[in-house]
């Protein structure tokens, strides 16, 4: 005898299409909020021109390899904009829009990829995570700290994101069964840009949606179009809502398409066709957003030739802050390896400040 | 004052921080009403509640990133893993994160964890249950490691290892965790987390040695007293940051070591202490320095547990080869 | 704009109640089969009677700490008897009831629970896994047994179970990812007998079922009684079908309960009430398949008799078996580390053979 | 006869295993159409078909616990870890099952796989992409541990841990992945997996390294040669087991030891060595051991990194104290 005991759903959400129309009904507040659309917007553009700028940094060998954000700037800036400043996010490692609205400066995100620590110790906020390059470990992270404000309890949440590619790792089906476990106050999203470097989304798993990973958990899950701002916006707001106010986490599934290389070290013509991605940029997050709001009068040419000016002088002084920052000092190899440093390193650090050059030879 | 095996001095220690601070908690897989499955966190959760003394589901994974995520959040977890053989599902964390977050953020975060687990052979367990492995945190920069071998030790080194505010492996050798009792006063002191102890003095050759091994490190140099030599205890006990001074010390005046592990040869941190012998300890040296191990072969099913670990007899063995050099 | 992109569904399935009555309509074959049934509740006595007397050699120092799989009876001798020889079986430690159908034998069992590396190398199918202690890992090396058939083009499926605490773990989560992206010929069975040593499942997560794992890859994934030996059986021969034709893996949640101390080693008492075991009891699967066969005249207690002597018989040879096993000598420690014993290791062979004792102290 | 990087020759050892073993599969991430991030499978998927060479789902668990299981079941995969940064999730496995395979079953089951890695820093990469932790993996009983150090080594040894019954971990030093070419003749020569090589004759000094520390170790030599000092060097290549034979018999003849490693210092394959010294070849040292090595700090993001890194100057300091005593 058979009887159901369990049934689930996954929905797809949107409300801004790719041409800028508002479809559908019941459409979220901030679909008309539009001082919130176009500093949002004004957002998403700063973020654009600045990973623009780092990309040629690198090229010009003023940056180490650097991770795009290309496409992902809806998404980004919707999870930056709903988040509290007391709430907690766990980044991985290209989330700049979030975190440049939490206030981590742009000199800080060059910092990081030029190689110095120092870009981890962020004007965002202070009890942020640092960028994390073992995939999906920052899961666990944030879900750790929703694990400490619950115990504290504090109305916070907890936010990380994670990929398509990281979506496959254990840390993160272990966060949704902790998240389960505990209704923890977290928000894991699935940033789906369809690509794991050169491993498309097809290959991770055969499933409809990466969404229906959070019913192993029994975690309420959908999927948004991650390159609509207002649907990233509603999910977030939703999903956080729920976290503050005890009832647990949730699991969003952001679709979006990562429209650079996956790293400046990578070349991404080796494994993808220029087909797949020329069509991506019709679905492009900015051009909607803009035509959304210049069809509602919120926008037009005058204010975008002001902004792109405005972003690249912002930019351009990021860099120059940057480029200023020098060289670390070789005791940073060891000041901050413990509070107090133990005898054993005391002994390394005296002698590899003897015996170092000052500077590593060519350090510009 | 009470008189304590060294997994109640252990229990003793994790109850005066749970009730000292607010911000510790202990946590892992049935530490709740079971109280561990050697009951080092005995009536905890009784005395302190379910938000204090945490069950954790089945996700060793999930303990060690957890733990780090609360750590940088201003708590204090003392995270349990039940056995040293179930522990390197957490070593990615460990190594990624724990052991870097200060560093890797200038000190913006920090992580003020400990990592429980006993360790070692010798209790007729299941495959798994009787690792050593304790290199392979002690390889790892960023890491304290912490072995006690006392009650005493185990109230105090506890202590200071929660309080430490970065990341502890604190290993419980689980063979002698009831061997003996002894008076733990509940004081709340701490020890230092950097130095070795001398647990008996001698002239004609330093024994080093951690953990269980102690045991049989200890019987070795009674018997050796009754042949006439006169060995040199050390009790290692922060096995990272290495008290090599004291040993150095101990090694200059016998000129000769023998050292004890439990954990497979190669690659030990026996090799680290022969390593620093070789080098600063080098003109005290009247003969070679032997160590006496685990094999480089699997922890064996216990029919062979005890084969495999270091006996007084191996000990007495490379003593008298040691000795015999002039 | 929301739109169902998935929908999905757990059942749960049981044909034989607790009081031995067949319930619901289209009842499987075997149903009906007494000679098999009969075969099964044989091996489903003898699997019972041998872990009694483990655990009394385990009381009287004559084994170490032994698990039992008192209550788990139906659900093993099901895995066990739809599983062909060709098939790889990857189990954790309890899978006694599964392992003696395909061959294993009770002295191999109490050797390896006695300390003996010689209990692994058992007289089952040569390409079965040991058993495994580290809570989930077998479950990715069925999945690599998986793809080994698959690449080489083979009619044969890999098995593997998990506990409840075990469904927690990564290692189980990337097996169902894995069998998802490739589409592997592998049964996931979870056997939930509701403890993972003194955690409750209801602390392992939230979500209603533990089988919606399985959703996170699209799988299908049912929940059975799993005390029901006909549910059982059913369940896996369509699993395994459907593995071996090349249509992929499932997820089987085998709904259970651990009538024993987890292993000798614990005290249950510590931590679960007798009134819930108690009840379990009720729901035991011994008691239902006999009093199915009986109702249909296929049993009846002089068969009883018989059998439950035949198995202490058979039991206590293979105890015998057992006790003469003898030392298996220190070389053990060394010949089969390496296929060539490197020439650290032979130097430590040839101390160790020189300077310990042939035995341990106290061995019998 | 090809003329080709280190890497080049680890291609073709892949390519000629592939073409005459149907049991070998390579499989990791991005291993496929992008031939891998260093071009390390570069055109092997191409060539051989999907079934052969396997892009997986981003688990590193998964890989190494699948590739464990084909292993047991006849396959012999040759799994790749993208980074040394991102293979600690493996370690569980590693560690517990294709270590131990072979010794729990009594040869019923055993592991053939090669898990490669690149290791090491220098190249400017971004965090946790400059690791080297070989000692880990040393450490574990049952694996034996790899590391070539020229495009003939590379294409020798890599066909030796294909071919092998039992598993091997695989490192090769990204820093001199392109550093120089060599002719490599495709003839599937393998190499002995148990033997140290010496690259250099010498009678003043043994300096003892591996991977792409052997370039600085090299430099170092030539630069002691100028001032009249005559340096061996060896190139220890298996790290486990390790060939003490040959590196004992070097110090034989020079007295003097300086061992040069990237890794971090504490419990470092350094350590492991240099105890060796301080046993068997005790009467043969002349001055104290030195270890020029990484620091015991995390490695730092590439501002730092070849401040952190053995440079020729520091392994000529220590080369320097060693030899002014005598
Ligand atoms: C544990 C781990 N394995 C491998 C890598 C190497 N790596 C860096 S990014 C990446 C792909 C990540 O893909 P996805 O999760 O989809 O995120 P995306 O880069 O597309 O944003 C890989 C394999 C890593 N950083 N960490
Ligand atoms: C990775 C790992 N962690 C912890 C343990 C210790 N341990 C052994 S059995 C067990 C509980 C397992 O519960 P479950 O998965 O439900 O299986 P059951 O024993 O109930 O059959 C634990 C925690 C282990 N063997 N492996
Ligand atoms: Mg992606
Ligand atoms: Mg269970």
Redesign the interface.
Not at chain 2, 55 to 62: F, I, N, S
Not at chain 2, 295 to 298: G, K, L, P, R, W
């Given at each position: 005898m058979s009887s159901n005991v369990a049934a689930f759903n996954i929905n797809h959400y949107q409300f801004l299409d790719p041409s800028g129309q508002l479809i559908g009904a019941n459409h979220p507040a901030i679909a008309r909020d539009f001082d919130r659309l176009t500093e949002f917007y004004e957002l998403m553009t700063l973020t654009r021109t600045f990973d623009k700028k780092a990309i040629a940094l690198q090229r010009t060998g003023k940056l180490g390899t650097y991770a795009s954000c290309l496409g992902h700037e809806a998404a980004q800036v919707a999870i930056g904009a709903t988040m509290r400043e007391e709430d907690?996010f766990?980044p991985m490692y290209r989330e700049y829009g979030a975190q440049l609205y939490r206030g981590v400066k742009m000199s800080e995100i060059l910092a990081y990829w030029g190689g110095d620590?120092?870009g981890?110790?962020?004007s965002g906020p202070?009890?942020d995570?640092?960028w994390c390059v073992?995939i999906a470990?920052q899961?666990?992270?944030?879900?750790?700290?929703?694990?400490?404000?619950k115990?504290r309890n504090e109305q916070r949440a907890?936010v990380s994101v994670v990929g398509d590619g990281g979506s496959s790792k254990?840390?993160f089906l272990?966060?949704i069964?902790?998240a389960s476990?505990w209704k923890l106050p977290l928000v894991l999203i699935i940033m789906n840009n369809q690509w794991a470097i050169s491993v498309p989304r097809s290959k991770q798993n055969s499933a409809q949606t990466l969404a229906q990973k959070g019913i192993a958990g029994g975690l309420p899950s959908i999927q948004v179009d991650g390159n609509d701002l207002i649907a990233c916006h509603w999910a977030m707001e939703k999903a956080l809502e729920r976290a503050r106010s005890g009832q647990g986490a949730s699991v969003i599934e952001m679709v979006t398409y990562r429209l650079s290389d996956h790293t400046t070290a990578d070349d991404a013509r080796r494994y993808r066709d220029n087909e797949e991605v020329d069509k991506a940029w019709e679905r492009e997050p900015l051009k909607r957003l803009r035509a959304w709001l210049e069809a509602s009068d919120a926008w037009n040419e005058d204010k975008q030739q002001a902004l792109e000016a405005d972003c690249v002088n912002r930019v351009n002084e990021a860099v120059e802050e940057y480029l200023a920052l020098g060289y670390p000092g070789n005791e940073?190899m060891f000041d901050?390896?413990?509070?107090q440093l133990?005898?054993?390193?005391q002994a390394q650090r005296e002698q590899a400040l003897r015996e170092l050059p000052a500077q590593p030879e060519g350090h510009h | 004052m009470a008189n304590l095996t060294l997994v109640e001095a252990v229990t003793q220690a994790l109850a005066w921080e749970l009730e000292h601070d607010d911000s510790v908690?202990v946590l892992g897989?049935?530490v709740?009403?079971?109280?561990g499955?050697f009951r080092a966190t005995n009536g905890l959760q009784q005395r302190f509640g379910d938000?204090r003394v945490i069950?954790?589901?089945?996700?060793?994974?999930?303990i060690?990133?957890?733990?780090?995520?609360?750590?940088?959040?201003?708590?204090k977890?003392v995270a349990e893993a039940q056995f040293m053989?179930?522990i390197?599902?957490m070593?990615?964390?460990m190594?990624?994160?724990a052991?870097?977050?200060?560093?890797?953020?200038?000190?913006?975060?920090?992580c003020p964890m400990v990592l429980r687990a006993p360790f070692g052979g010798g209790i007729?367990?299941?495959?798994?249950?009787s690792e050593s492995?304790e290199?392979?945190f002690?390889?790892?920069?960023?890491l304290?490691v912490v072995i006690p071998s006392s009650p005493l030790r185990a109230y105090g080194l506890l202590l200071a290892a929660i309080r430490?505010?970065?990341p502890v492996v604190f290993l419980e050798p689980k063979r002698i965790y009831r061997q003996y009792k002894e008076e733990v006063p509940d004081d709340g002191e701490e020890l230092p987390l950097?130095v070795c102890y001398v647990l008996r003095d001698g002239t004609d050759i330093t024994l080093v040695t951690w953990g269980a091994m102690v045991k049989e490190t200890l019987q070795a140099a009674e018997q050796l007293a009754a042949q006439g030599v006169s060995a040199e205890v050390i009790d290692v006990a922060t096995i990272?940051?290495?008290?090599?001074?004291t040993i150095i010390e101990s090694v200059a005046k016998t000129g000769r070591c023998v050292i004890v592990h439990e954990?497979?040869?190669?690659?030990?941190?026996?090799?680290?202490?022969?390593?620093q012998?070789?080098?600063?300890g080098?003109?005290h040296?009247h003969?070679?320095?032997?160590?006496v191990t685990g094999?480089?072969?699997?922890m064996?099913?216990?029919?062979?547990?005890?084969?495999?670990m270091p006996?007084v007899?191996?000990i007495l063995?490379a003593v008298s080869e040691v000795l015999e050099v002039s």
């Open positions: 907690c766990a620590e120092r981890n110790d962020f202070k009890h995570f640092a073992p470990t899961c666990l992270h944030a879900a750790g700290a929703a694990m400490a404000f115990l907890a254990g840390d272990e966060a069964n902790a476990a940073g901050y390896m413990f509070a133990p005898h054993d390193l | 908690v897989e049935d709740g009403i079971n109280g499955v938000q069950d954790t589901p089945l996700a060793e994974v999930m060690a990133g957890m733990s780090i995520g609360m750590a940088a959040q201003g708590m977890p053989g179930f390197y599902p070593l990615d964390h190594i990624c994160h052991a870097r977050m200060r560093h890797r953020t200038r000190g913006r975060l920090h007729h367990a299941p495959e798994h249950h492995t290199a392979l002690a390889h790892i920069p960023g304290r430490d505010p970065d950097d990272k940051p290495l008290d090599t001074e954990a497979a040869r190669t690659g030990g941190m026996g090799a680290e202490i022969a390593a012998l070789a080098d600063a080098l003109w040296l003969a070679p320095v032997k160590r094999y480089d072969s699997v064996p099913l216990y029919k062979m547990e005890m084969q495999y006996s007899q191996r063995n």
